[in-house]
């Protein structure tokens, strides 16, 4: 199964419990929308988990907390820093409880800003689109563009004439409770598959909401743990 979810930012105890909760194993795919640094308290384990652990069954693309990291990084190597000076300047940044080593500071470094196949297409933030509502060409988009602009989570935003949008950045609320993955359906579809859908929004909000959401691109269920 193939499965999506965004905007983790360090919460290590959740991301355990929902893996578990959709039994993801080898044979699974986990597609990330980015953020998952910055804001919890294990920043380290989930870095280690996704980049370590379960690398080969995860794509990760930025999201608007890793391009600061890597604007940064990038930083301190144009200006010649030494190894040692970007390993720990690197670390303090991302505020670890444990250090990372450089394999996964240049996986972050390597991510991609956006996934897309035939179907739908997986961004952090969204895309922006012309005066009528069709999406300019993913190509030709700027990176902050993709990872901070917050226009296609207005519920009347709505990409005409194209595949699906999956994304995340802004936490969802949904009739004033948040937490919950919002699906915008097209007309006349049972809903069972994601070309049923204009967009959808998944950023449930864990650190705010303390609930941690995730969607299966096979059957369209969604999967939430919650803390206690």
Do not use: W
């Not at 652990?53 to 144009?78: S, T």
């Not at 035939?118 to 012309?130: E, N, Q, R, S, T």
């Not at 988009?141 to 226009?151: A, G, I, N, Q």
């Not at 519920?155 to 409770?177: A, L, M, Y």
């Amino acid at each position: 199964m193939r499965y999506v979810i965004s905007d983790i930012h360090g919460n290590f105890k959740l991301l355990i419990n929902l893996l578990n909760k959709i039994k993801f194993s080898q044979k699974d795919t986990l597609f990330i929308l980015g953020d998952l640094i910055d804001k919890g308290t294990e920043v380290d384990k989930v870095l280690k988990l996704i980049f370590r652990d379960i690398r080969k069954n995860v794509f990760v693309i930025a999201g608007n907390h890793e391009h600061e990291f890597i604007k940064y990084v990038k930083f301190l190597i144009n200006e010649n820093e030494s190894d040692d000076v970007i390993f720990k300047k690197s670390n303090e940044f991302l505020k670890l409880k444990n250090p990372i080593n450089f394999e996964i500071i240049d996986e972050i470094l390597n991510l991609p800003y956006y996934y897309e196949e035939k179907d739908f297409l997986l961004v952090h933030a969204g895309i922006p689109c012309d005066e009528n509502g069709f999406p300019l060409s993913i190509k030709n988009v700027s990176k902050e563009e993709l990872v901070y602009d917050r226009r296609f989570k207005n519920e009347n935003f709505i990409p005409q004439n194209f595949k699906c949008v999956i994304f995340g950045h802004t936490p969802t609320i949904k009739d004033g409770k948040m937490g919950n993955i919002i699906k915008y359906q097209r007309p006349n579809t049972r809903g069972n598959k994601v070309t049923d859908y204009y967009k959808i929004h998944i950023d449930t909000g864990n650190y705010l909401s303390k609930t941690l959401g995730c969607l299966c691109l096979d059957t369209m269920q969604e999967f939430y743990v919650t803390e206690n």
